[in-house]
């Protein structure tokens, strides 16, 4: 793993790097022959899909910088160095990649008495079956194209062509011609008339591929291809509108469907194509040789989630059953339950059907008068916003914090947002220069009853819920509702100088007060005492954070990072010899953030939002929420060091980036079976 470092006297990997790192241990897990043959798969698709988002924004950004010499963190030298060097990274996993797809998935298919052919010649009594579905199922749908020089052909993002080479058997004359492959009227993967116990599908491509003689009749065809780009995804979004939120919404509609016409950012080409066609392809479309990547014979793997499963859940990795609260579930009022004391759900451990309860339990209440809550990013079909209809329909006040630039979800978040508008819920909609990531909803009720809050770390999505691990708090907590109420005047703008005795809140007092308790860490160790901090998050990439670390370091406090993706902080360094770095890759995404910090025994713990990356610390609005009951303190940081003694699923990150399984003496534990397991025995 090539780790490039920043020349300072503290050191820092490269962000792009140390996330291609990220999902290279993503893509180990589709390497390991202990998992189920159809979880190899998933976690083939998972990477893919992840490289596929990682063109359209941060590569395509790369991009945008240097034409536009738009440099702020870059040099134009250093841009186009990280650019060198992500393509050479690519590119080394990309060997891998096919390496598994082909020696490990395929391999692992067929030993399940599952065939999935790898080229256009199927055996002899699927023949006529592969011509006969081609000529009535997919040929209506062809339309190809002759590529010519100076005749721009456009060519779609995330789409499969087919560039096919060929000459007129009469002249000779050569022509080269791309084939766009129909994905929407045809599945990826087509399923052939099982044979002597074994069941076969065949790629779309291939089915084309065996055809191409009825394509083209009269010429010869001598070589067929895969290729796919990838464009710029990101769009910018001005919130600033003087004609206000309708006209962001509107920009918003205009703006995203032109993500499919976004500048190039990636050209990925079959390595088996000639060196003589591949450059006339890149002179027809006006390819620079930095925007190649070489792919193999098939492209859009992550479509591989899509292949058909004959044989059943033994070849899969189910996930466990939920498990239920007992203490909820008896006593029927989740408002009376938290009326008793606070409650922490867990999931996708845990059901996240308490949430939908919760909130149709606030839309009959009597007593209950205004619900307020953000939303980030929106599940389809959405049982949250139905519960938030039927409040509004039941004559509760409904205030919805509507974050319209959540990257990939405008469009659902927008459609969201007008249905309930039209429900009578009043939107707020995106604050200018700022995203709205925190995850925080309150409930008020009248006649001096118990008002209630929920704070998590997760989205109000039931469709993450059951593969993100999150954690959220039920409250009644006078305390912590004032502050979410203190937020929410923040978002409906009411307040710009809010002051949070209790939540710590980005951009306004979250900063500074992890900056005085990591000193408070420094200042116990000064004293002959002991410091320790655990940080679990999504990305770590602030370089003043990282600073404050590598200082804690210096100073003897011991830290542990439980960091997924991104990390920048080179660990085995003498400024951070006391800090320790896991990444846990699972079947469970580990999406819950946990602030822990000893304070000589009096331990403060956070749940929260928020990854100490600069957009969340400066640029989006953020929350973490302090745990204040004594036994849930517990429980949160049984989690958390469970997570640190894993030594089944959890890497050490070394200072060249690499993934290191942690592997020792000690009995196994995987975390997340560990952690299910935990939950069982302690809900009540």
């Known amino acids: 793993m090539f780790a490039r470092m920043e020349e300072h006297r503290y050191k820092y990997f490269k962000r792009d790097i140390s996330w291609l790192s990220f999902n290279y241990r993503v893509l180990m897990e589709a390497d390991d022959p202990h998992l189920p043959v159809y979880e190899r798969i998933r976690f083939l698709s998972i990477y893919a899909s992840n490289l596929e988002e990682f063109y359209e924004v941060r590569v395509s950004e790369h991009r945008g910088d240097i034409i536009k010499k738009n440099y702020i963190d870059e040099s134009a030298e250093t841009s186009e160095e990280s650019l060198e060097n992500i393509t050479r990274e690519v590119n080394r996993q990309q060997q891998d990649f096919y390496r ?195 792919g193999g014979r098939y492209m859009n793997l992550q479509d591989l989630v899509r292949l058909p499963n004959p044989v059943g859940a033994s070849l899969e990795q189910t996930p466990p059953s939920p498990v239920r609260v007992p203490y909820l579930d008896e006593t029927g009022s989740i408002f009376r339950a938290v009326m008793q004391r606070d409650v922490l759900l867990h999931f996708p451990y845990q059901s996240f059907d308490y949430l939908i309860r919760f909130l149709m339990e606030a839309s009959f209440d009597p007593d209950a008068e205004e619900i307020k809550i953000t939303q980030y990013r929106v599940a389809e079909n959405s049982a949250v916003i139905n519960s938030l209809i039927s409040a509004a329909q039941n004559g509760k006040k409904v205030t919805v914090f509507v974050e319209l630039k959540a990257r990939f979800d405008e469009e659902n978040n927008v459609s969201a947002a007008e249905r309930m508008e039209q429900a009578g819920i009043k939107i707020i909609y995106s604050i200018p220069g700022l995203k709205v990531h925190a995850k925080v909803a309150v409930i008020l009720r009248k006649g001096g009853r118990a008002d209630f809050a929920y704070l998590s770390t997760g989205n109000f999505n039931e469709k993450t819920a059951r593969i993100y691990s999150d954690m959220a708090l039920l409250t009644c907590h006078k305390g912590l509702i004032a502050d979410v109420n203190n937020l929410f005047s923040v978002l409906e703008r009411r307040t710009g100088s809010p002051v949070f005795r209790h939540l710590l809140v980005a951009p306004f007092n979250m900063t500074p007060e992890i900056r005085r308790m990591i000193e408070r860490e420094i200042e116990h160790v000064r004293e002959g005492r002991r410091g320790y901090i655990i940080l679990k998050m999504n990305g770590l990439h602030d370089k003043h954070m990282i600073d404050a670390l590598y200082h804690a370091s210096e100073n003897g406090v011991e830290i542990d990072l439980i960091v997924r993706g991104i990390c920048c902080l080179v660990p085995g360094q003498p400024y951070s010899r006391h800090i320790r770095i896991t990444r846990i890759v699972d079947m469970f995404l580990e999406h819950s953030r946990v602030w822990y910090f000893y304070n000589d025994g009096s331990e403060d713990v956070f749940l929260t939002s928020a990854d100490w990356m600069r957009r969340n610390l400066s640029r989006r609005i953020e929350s973490a929420f302090p745990v204040l009951c004594p036994k849930i303190k517990r429980e949160v940081t049984d989690i958390v060091k469970l997570q640190l003694r894993d030594n089944v699923k959890a890497c050490t990150l070394d200072g060249n980036l690499a993934n290191v399984f942690k592997r020792d003496d000690r009995p196994p534990v995987r975390a997340q079976q560990a952690i299910y397991e935990y939950i069982k025995q302690t809900s009540f």
């Open 100 to 294: 598994i797809f082909g020696e490990g998935i395929l391999a692992g298919l067929r030993q399940q008495k599952i065939c999935l052919y790898q080229d256009s010649r199927p055996e002899d009594f699927h023949r006529d079956f592969v011509r006969s579905y081609f000529n009535e199922e997919v040929f209506p749908f062809l339309s190809p194209v002759t590529i010519q020089k100076g005749v721009k052909t456009f060519i779609r993002d995330r789409r499969l062509y087919l560039i096919v080479k060929m000459s007129n058997k009469i002249t000779g004359e050569p022509y080269y011609v791309l084939i766009k492959i129909p994905f929407l009227k045809t599945p990826r993967f087509v399923p052939l008339p099982p044979h002597e116990g074994m069941f076969y599908y065949m790629f779309i491509d291939d089915v084309i591929r065996a055809n191409l003689p009825v394509i083209f009749p009269g010429y010869d065809v001598e070589g067929c291809y895969s290729i796919k780009i990838s464009r710029d995804a990101d769009i910018y979004i001005d919130d600033h509108h003087a004609d206000g939120p309708k006209a962001i919404v509107n920009e918003i509609k205009t703006k995203v469907g032109k993500r499919k016409i976004g500048a190039l950012s990636r050209f990925m080409y079959d390595r088996a194509m000639p060196a003589d066609m591949l450059e006339y392809i890149c002179e027809s479309f006006g390819i620079e040789a930095d925007d190649l990547i070489v």
